[in-house]
C-alpha cells in the first residue's frame, strides 16, 4: 500500500502519538534548546576540571617554551633571573612526562562529576519533539485484607 505524503501514520494503541505540526516545531525548538544548554554546561565543567588538573604542566611547558633559548628567547625578568637553558630544558620534559597521567586523572575525574550530576539524563531525545506519550492508565491495586501484613516486593517472588 503506498503512502500519501503528508498523511498520519497510524499509531498503535499503546504507543506514542504524533503531534499536531505547530507543537512539534515547538517542542523541537525547547528540545534543541534544553540540548544546548547541557552541552555548553558540558564544556564548561570539562573547561573547568581539565584547566585545574593540567595546570602545573601547562605552567611548567609555558614557561620552558617561552624562556629557552632554542624557542622564543624572551628577556622576561623571570626568565633571565632564575633559570638557564638546562633548567628549561628541565621544565619541558618535566612538563611532557607530567601532561598524560595528569591528563588522565582530569578526564577520570571529569567523567565522575558527569554521573554524580547525572548529566547525560539532561538530555532529551529528538523523539519527545515528535511524539507525544499517551498515559497509560494503571491497574488498581487490591487492597490487603486487616490482619495481613503485605509487603510490596518489585520483580520475581520466588516460592
Request: proline share 10%; net charge positive.
Amino acid at each position: 500500500m503506498a503512502e500519501v505524503p503528508g498523511a498520519q501514520r497510524s499509531v498503535l494503541a499503546g504507543g506514542p502519538e504524533p503531534r499536531d505540526p505547530l507543537d512539534c516545531w515547538a517542542c523541537a525548538v525547547l528540545v534543541t534548546a534544553q540540548n544546548l544548554l547541557v552541552a555548553v554546561f558540558n564544556l564548561l565543567l570539562l573547561a573547568l576540571v581539565l584547566g585545574t588538573i593540567l595546570l602545573p604542566a601547562v605552567t611548567m611547558l609555558g614557561f620552558g617554551f617561552l624562556c629557552h633559548s632554542q624557542f622564543l628567547r624572551s628577556q622576561a625578568p623571570p626568565c633571565t633571573a632564575h633559570l638557564r637553558d638546562p633548567g628549561f630544558t628541565a621544565l619541558l620534559v618535566t612538563g611532557f612526562l607530567l601532561l598524560v597521567p595528569l591528563l588522565v586523572l582530569a578526564l577520570a575525574t571529569y567523567r565522575r562529576l558527569c554521573l554524580r550530576l547525572r548529566l547525560a539524563d539532561c538530555l532529551v531525545p529528538y523523539s519527545r519533539a515528535l511524539y507525544r506519550r499517551r498515559h497509560i492508565p494503571q491497574p488498581k491495586q487490591i487492597p490487603a485484607s486487616p490482619g495481613s501484613r503485605a509487603v510490596p516486593t518489585p520483580g520475581k517472588v520466588w516460592v
